[in-house]
């Protein structure tokens, strides 16, 4: 059995969420940035008339900041019937990923980082940390 996941790195680590819970990848929209908000929060984005909020997915998982003025990307993805915009550094692209492959997330992760993730997939040349993206957007 095979799960499909939308890929995309974060800090040179190659992350996926679900396929299922993609709408669209889109390439960086310009943001309204939200006053008072926390860091966490990239802004809000205009999709087509529909206003999103963004997250900045590398602070939220304790990431350092990108680059100033470096071109990001966006995963559209619906969690718990709201729709919102993740920034990550690149999209990948589609994997199926067999069950085998799964390993827990390990022990020696920082635990507030390991909660966020559902595990890892070995791959050919790299890990895919799987996100659970429930997690990570409450977090």
Do not use: C, W
């Amino acid at each position: 059995m095979s799960i499909r996941f939308v890929t995309f790195t974060l800090d040179e680590r190659l992350y996926g969420v679900r396929v299922e819970s993609v709408q669209e990848v889109l390439r960086g929209l310009p943001r309204a940035r939200v006053p008072l908000a926390p860091p966490t929060m990239a802004g809000l984005i205009n999709l087509r008339g529909q206003v999103l909020s963004a997250v900045d997915l590398r602070l939220q998982l304790g990431l350092p900041a990108a680059a100033p003025g470096r071109d990001h990307m966006l995963v559209v993805i619906r969690v718990a019937g709201e729709t919102l915009a993740l920034v990550v550094d690149s999209i990948g692209s589609v994997v199926d990923v067999d069950v085998d492959q799964f390993e827990p997330p390990p022990d020696t992760l920082d635990p507030a980082f390991r909660e966020l993730l559902l595990g890892a997939y070995k791959l050919d040349s790299t890990l895919l940390l799987a996100l659970d993206v429930d997690r990570a957007v409450a977090a």
